[in-house]
């Protein structure tokens, strides 16, 4: 493959415009930022008895994640594909440190966290980017033998497994759908034999459905999402309070700061629920906005997927769009109510530090992808 | 791998299709809905009382006003101490202290302990400086006069609306428009400094300028007082009217009320009986009688009319006189009140002659005075009237009406056989002065001419002079007017009852260049002492309102002509 400058020397040909996927990233962190602070500065107040304290860090967690950003934009992309299976590795076993004493931290009944100089981090937003790049890797790898069972599709669940047991130790069930959907969709894109999916899809149903049943949060919430208005003072008053917020906005909603419902009626406004509060302030127009916005990148990004020519950066481009496409789009329904509540964050707007920085960078390998685009 | 791709985007775009047909559904579809659900467990709405518009008699003299009273309320969460802040709330505002405990317990955030209270309290409790315990000054209408004109006046609910008299009928004037203040409070119900306001500013009522004279006013409910317990009667009403422009100077009834603490009344005491009581006028009717007599010249003043010694035998009914009368001019048997000389005449002009002159005297149906709740009275048409009618109602019987129809039936022979409009409001004003309806005086008719009315002023003069009203006559003044008797329709026996009266007597002074028309009606005068006839009972307190209402009108007028130089 002559991926060379001299082409470039020869004929100063247009690059593929990355520019317009990061204008879009950028419009998604700048209303992200007015959200959190409009959402989370009355709750800062009364916590921290600093308006500004989620807002401060949240700006801090941007800075951050833009350095990420760049160094994945200009990293090499042999020396990511090199890389792949160490960085998995070493995501694998920071998530395993949330359970080491004074290290790891616990917040509402989960073990996600880890404190450094008075940051926490969720390793397991990490280990999402770095088991898509493993996957990615390992798709190139194996591209002849795809079709085959054992040697195709079996090895890549059975990563997937390990994985999961990490993350169900926490738990944290939505991160793991989270990669399981990633993953079913690398493999469809990376050519797998349908029956043999379909195989795995009917072995996978019983343990699912083993884990939701077991913690009984998880069967509540299903049975929230089935007749949320059937208790709405009870299980389902968080999704009852996202429709209040989220319908009462109206056409143009109430206005940027405007909103009601973060005044501790809507629990997690800031954060999973944030787009209630889109809606709530800045109406159909404003949610249908960030719609927009989320299907132009996933749009760019398919894009870039079919324009590549290596295996290994067309499944990284296939598994880092739908990887934040499927992110947002499931947080969009959580919150509008077309799923059940899942703990996941919407990208970019959400507060949050480890799955900003985690995001952007994703980003980083996106836009970097977009430069071997040829045209 | 492609086409996989392709299809990974199609299932992106069905996804994103979905979403947004969820977005419509619940923003547009359930949108107004989940608004009111919002607003409801977030809004604090605050209702800022308008100021009500005050009520001043003609000279500018308040009759109604409000005025502020603290209320004092508590923020329950704020309070410190329930048990010792309930036992010193209670013991300044003298109430319960197990209900303000149990109020400042009750689960709310919010409690009104003590609405509209004195003024001296809200400061005592102010000066404790509680946690939790504020106050805040509404306003709460007060009448100065006390039962001064409260018929007229009315009075104000616990909800600041206006009921019965002019606080109800101009209501809409008085009113003004309350603002309200919207705040937003959390969940746990504290109010947001920084959340979104709502102000909308309250709009102070009209202030009403009334037609009633303080001074006149309280003249004739001094006279009133005095005829009412002197005869022990069961009701009593009067009326004083400018007649030159219906403009109404004084009106009163008894039983009375104080309008500052209405409910402590029985219901009948609140009623304005002026409009919303009818009674069979009696003798008084005679002047209809007379004035059609005289616009179609069936007979004049010196014609003669033979009272059949007291006695007159008509379909089967006696007729009689309290006086056994001969033959008598015209002008005696009104001054004298004769039933039989009247109803021959009555006779004489025809049931037809006789109604439309009780209509255009504005019988059978309302001045249109503005007051809720006025009556027509009774006046049926002559087709549906007996052969024994035309007697009867030519001497005021068969008939009924309201006290303010007869006064302008005297006002209009005052004012030269004009009928004006009675009129109680002479102009609503804003608040700073501002004139934002006035009321101008309106003639509804000519109903007799001008040299009709001054004939039947002479006759009616004569009736003072050397008639049944003779005890109406005060030295240095010239009245004229009629006395009325009406036995009661009892409708327990179906009979004219022989103890039950209504007394009354009604006119115009003086006689030749009237300033006042007057009417008193006093009902069941205790006829035990025997003494129930309009000549003893009314006669004198017109007298008296008269002279003494002409003094005050004439010293004012003086007054006013000093201060203008």
Redesign the interface.
Known sequence: MSRGSQVDLITPRKKYDGGVILTALILLLAFGVVMVFSSSGIYSDYRYKNLYYLIMKQAFWIGTGSMGLIFFKNINMNKLREFATPFFIASLILVITVFVPYFGKSAGGARRWISLFGFTFEPSELLKLAFIIYVAAAIEKREKVMKAFMNGIAPFFFIFVIAAIVMILQPDLGSILMILFVLCIMLFAGGVNLYHAFAVGILLIPSAYLIIMKASYRSKRIQAFLDPWAYSQGISYQIVQSFIAFGSGGLFGKGLGKGTQKLFYLPESHTDFIFAIVGEEAGLLGATGVLLVFGFIIWKGIDIALKLDETFDKMLAVGITSWIGLQAFINMSVVTGLLPTKGLTLPFISYGGSSLLVNMMAVGILLNLAKQVRR | ??L??????GL??F??V???A???Y???Y??????N???R???VVQEINAERGFIYDAKGRELAVSVEVPSIYAITYQVKDAEKTAEKVAEVLGANKTEILQKLKSGKSFVWLCRKTEYQKGKQLKALKLPGINMVLETKRFYPKGMLASHVLGFVNADALGCEGLEYAFGKYLNGKNGRLVS?????GRI?A???VEYEAPQNGYNLVLTLDEGVQSIAEEELNNVFEKFHAKEATVLVMNPATGEILALANRPNYDPNSFNEYPPAALKNRAVSAVYEPGSTFKAVTMAAAFTEKTISESDLLDCENGEWQIYGHKLSDHVKYGVMNFRDVIANSSNIGTAKVGQMLGKEKLFKYARNFGFGDKTGIGLAGELNGKLRTPDKWSGLSIYTVSIGQEISATPLQVVSLYATIANKGKLMQPMLVKAVKSKDGKIVKEFAPREVRQVVSAEVAERMMRVLKAAVENGTGKEASVSGLSLAGKTGTAQKFDPVIKKYSGSKYVASFAGFAPAENPKLAILVVVDEPNASKGIYYGGSVAAPAFGKIAKRALRYLERKEHDDIVRNN
Do not use: N, Y
């Open positions: 791998m492609r996989r791709i392709r299809i990974i985007a992106f775009i996804f994103g979905a979403l947004f969820r977005f419509l619940l923003q547009v359930t949108g107004g809905q989940m608004g659900l919002s607003d467990q977030s809004a937003v409070k959390d969940k746990k947001v920084s959340g979104e």
